[in-house]
T-cell receptor
């Protein structure tokens, strides 16, 4: 079974530029999460989707971050404009949305903002 | 606000020794997750603890959950170098399955 796919794996941009990350969850997983992991810290939830609807985006900085999951499968996370403090690893995870709620994480996208 | 606290945050231990990592959380939860992260890698699920008194073991690692004390432990038995990694515990948020993570325990096992 294929795992969670993310791209790109690495991205370097200058502050005030825009960037987008892509995630393809495990097939059949209804729930998709985006987490931000700053160096030396645990992941922090940015947004949770159930199918193509948003369940929780309370910690998403909506003035600069946006995310969508239009067809209930792939998802895109965008930052516009980026700030220095956005340098982090952006992790996508998926779960079936039922049962034990175990989440499976993708390899992440490491973003460096200069 | 749900808080998840791990201690210690850094742990250096010799091969063959035993040690325990603690995870405390601030609100009621009937489940807790442990993940492992190797440097530069993503998170790998280790254990899913689903009820009070749950105990799970995999190799040299054993995890337990006490929901009344809001405490989980990850016990390492006879550590080996391959266990060197960062270990995170996580508790579901109030909205459902999204997770609140601790800061992680960085474990280094030395000869």
């Amino acid at each position: 079974e294929a795992g969670v796919a993310q791209s790109p794996r690495y991205k370097i941009i200058e502050k005030r530029q825009s960037v987008a990350f892509w995630c393809n969850p495990i097939s059949g997983h209804a729930t998709l999460y985006w987490y931000q992991q700053i160096l030396g810290q645990g992941p922090k939830l940015l947004i949770q989707f159930q199918n193509n609807g948003v369940v929780d985006d309370s910690q998403l900085p909506k003035d600069r971050f946006s995310a969508e999951r239009l067809k209930g499968v792939d998802s895109t996370l965008k930052i516009q404009p980026a700030k220095l403090e956005d340098s982090a690893v952006y992790l996508c995870a998926s779960s079936s949305g039922t049962g034990i709620g175990e989440q499976f994480f993708g390899p992440g996208t490491r973003l460096t903002v200069l | 606000e749900l808080k998840v606290e791990q201690n210690p945050l850094f742990l250096s231990m010799q091969e063959g020794k035993n040690y325990t990592i603690y995870c405390n959380y601030s609100t009621t939860s009937d489940r807790l997750y442990w993940y492992r992260q190797d440097p530069g890698k993503s998170l790998e699920s280790l254990f899913v603890l689903l009820s009070n008194g749950a105990v799970k073991q995999e190799g040299r690692l054993m995890a337990s959950l006490d929901t009344k004390a809001r405490l989980s432990t990850l016990h390492i038995t006879a550590a080996v170098h391959d266990l060197s990694a960062t270990y995170f515990c996580a508790v579901p948020t109030n909205s459902g399955y999204a997770l609140n993570f601790g800061k992680g325990t960085s474990l280094l096992v030395t000869p």
